[in-house]
């Protein structure tokens, strides 16, 4: 999708306090800084030196009584050397900056990158990537755009503004500069009021803009669905209606745009008309040369030529400090699951682990898991079955802290996770989950992934022990094969063996199957929990199961229901029992046969 900036409301105040954050990054290469703002002052100085020569080689072009042409000659190669040290003041100018802005980029960048994997679960399942990483490019632009033109636009045109004022109050009295100081703030204060009532328009025109970008990006996604329902006709006339109103927009914003740089040039036209009428009225009178005259015209034009690009600076300076300060927010959220200050290093030993008491809820008003106790022994099998929606992959969930419980706690080895560090909690855990997304890379690379120093042979293990090794002897790129973004272009149980290849990579104390093995048929299915029964041995593994048949053998079952549990035992204390277990198990049986 194209990024587009977001234009901010008029009433939003400036966020100045933005600058105080961006403070600290300009510091880094103070030399540079230094340096720049010195090229700075001297093209300021050497363009405020350009009238004054054209004015000189004027005077002594007609001055009659200087016959040799070596003075204005002279003057001329004065002028442009002169021209010449101001464009190039400016560039090395640029140069010098441009690494400050580019490292402040980089840095930020890097923080926020950061920042988003420290942030929690919760936050990001709420947040739309495409949304996140506009506000990321955004806000990082955004800095870019703030330093080039705060420090070498507003800046610069100001203190020019100051110099010339200075210079005409000086050399030619007080009404010259009233003129030019008056006409500045006039064309100031019309270009900021404008700006301001145009935001409208502009919001209007990127709100269409990335309406019609959406619709479209959507609707090419689902290619497949629309040619399943013959709806051609219909996404082009939903398109076309969000263009319809783009068109409508760009056209208001047009004529908005036209009723500003109309105001402004009739500001300029009017200041420039009025300088060059006193001048001439001076020159008639002999007060002034026509030397004076070309240097007040130049000083004008000179004035108003950047004062120009004063309502496109004025409006990006305002979104780059909304921008920024966004992405600041961003990062001063805090994560709601973060290591305590004095976090351990969990220690397994065994893998013990206890759920004691665990309730919890994704939102406050439905509540997910209710007073869950149970207890995974060393080394040994425990399932969790029940319906879909019971809570089990949020048992998972916890144990892996994406999330806290309300109350109660989970140990692993006699450690409340709560009080080690998530790295080295997460370190200790291998897991096959319930929907496995895939990087879009090889799926050599992607198993590697589990175990990112593993050497290839350890990888071609693990490939074998997932019985993917078929499936990608049938690859005429083998291994190699790209799986296509988040592994769409793998099949639901080539995937799942994926993860079970990245986890057997892995090989922790205790391992977690999420239905692992819920997308495979009967047959592989047999085969890859033989595998994962040869893995998992001398492992503490807690198996989340579709199919009551894979966990026949486990040492203990705990069934689910509501986030409650309400039975466990081995599977033929289950049986004996006649409760749910026992009718879930008669139903499969009967499936089967
Ligand atoms: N991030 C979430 N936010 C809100 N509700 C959720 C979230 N994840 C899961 N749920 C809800 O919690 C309940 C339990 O989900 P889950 O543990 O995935 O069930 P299952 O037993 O099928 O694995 C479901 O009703 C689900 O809709
Ligand atoms: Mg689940």
Redesign the pocket.
């Known amino acids: 999708m194209r990024p587009h900036r977001q234009p901010v409301d008029p009433n939003t105040p400036m966020q100045w306090q933005v600058f105080r954050q961006l403070w600290p990054y300009l510091l880094e290469f103070k030399q540079r800084v230094i340096l720049a703002l010195l090229c700075l002052v001297a093209a300021k100085l050497a363009s405020i030196g350009l009238p004054f020569i054209l004015k000189h080689t004027v005077d002594s072009l007609n001055d009659d009584t200087v016959k040799a042409l070596a003075v204005p000659l002279s003057l001329v190669f004065a002028y442009g050397v002169l021209r010449l040290s101001n464009v190039l003041l400016g560039e090395v100018r640029d140069t010098l900056f441009g690494r400050v802005t580019e490292r402040a980029m980089r840095r930020l960048g890097l923080q926020v990158f950061e920042h988003l994997h420290r942030l929690d679960?919760?936050f990001h399942?709420s947040r739309q990537t495409g949304g996140l990483s506009r506000d990321i490019e955004r806000g990082t632009s955004g800095i870019s755009f703030l330093m080039r033109f705060m420090v070498f636009n507003i800046c610069p045109t100001l203190l020019e503004i100051a110099l010339v004022v200075g210079v005409l109050l000086t050399q030619y009295g007080v009404s010259f500069a009233l003129i030019i100081l008056c006409s500045v703030i006039a064309y100031v204060w019309f270009s900021m009021k404008a700006t301001d009532w145009r935001t409208e328009y502009v919001r209007q025109v990127n709100q269409a803009d990335s309406s019609t970008n959406t619709r479209a990006i959507d609707s090419l996604l689902n290619y497949e669905t629309v040619k399943y329902f013959n709806n051609e006709q219909y996404e082009a006339n939903l398109y076309d209606s969000n263009l319809a109103q783009w068109e409508t927009a760009r056209r208001k914003n047009r004529l908005s745009l036209f009723a500003l740089n109309g105001g402004q040039a009739f500001i300029i036209a009017t200041a420039m008309t009025s300088m060059l009428l006193l001048a001439a009225l001076e020159v008639g009178e002999g007060n002034m040369t026509i030397g004076d005259f070309v240097l007040i015209n130049a000083f004008t034009m000179q004035i108003f030529m950047p004062l120009n690009f004063l309502g496109f600076v004025y409006r990006e300076i305002r979104g780059s400090l909304a921008n920024i300060e966004n992405l600041f927010k961003l990062l001063d959220r805090t994560p709601q699951v973060d290591d305590s200050q004095d976090a351990t290093t969990l220690v397994t030993h065994e893998g013990r682990i206890e759920f004691e008491q665990v309730s919890f809820a994704?939102?406050d008003d439905?509540p997910?898991l209710s007073n869950v106790s149970f207890t995974v022994e060393p080394g040994s099998k425990v399932a969790v079955v029940?319906?879909?929606?019971?809570?089990?992959?949020?048992?998972?969930?916890l144990l892996f802290r994406f999330y806290d419980p309300a109350s109660g706690r989970i140990t692993i080895d006699g450690q409340n996770i709560a009080d080690v560090t998530q790295h080295s909690l997460r370190q200790h855990i291998g897991i096959v989950p319930?929907d496995t997304v895939l990087f879009n890379d090889s799926i050599f690379e992607n198993i590697r992934y589990g175990r990112p120093d593993a050497n290839e042979e350890d990888v071609y293990e693990a490939i074998r022990l997932a019985h993917l090794d078929q499936f990608i002897s049938q690859l005429p790129e083998g291994a190699q094969t790209k799986v296509g973004e988040r592994g769409l272009k793998l099949s639901g149980g080539e995937k799942q063996r994926v993860a079970i290849a990245r986890a057997i990579l892995k090989r922790p104390a205790i391992m977690v199957f999420?239905?692992a093995t819920s997308s495979l048929d009967s047959q592989s299915e047999q085969a890859i929990l033989r595998a994962l029964r040869e893995v998992a041995k001398g492992h503490t593994s807690l198996v989340?199961a579709h199919r009551l048949s894979t966990i026949v053998d486990a040492d203990k079952i705990l069934v689910?229901s509501q986030?409650r549990l309400i039975e466990h035992g081995n599977h033929d204390a289950l049986l004996n029992q006649q409760g749910v277990y026992a009718g879930l198990w008669q139903a499969q049986q009967k499936q089967a046969t």
């Open positions: 679960l919760g399942l994704y939102h439905r997910i029940g319906e879909s929606g019971a809570g089990k992959s949020t048992l998972v969930k319930q999420d239905e989340i689910m986030g």
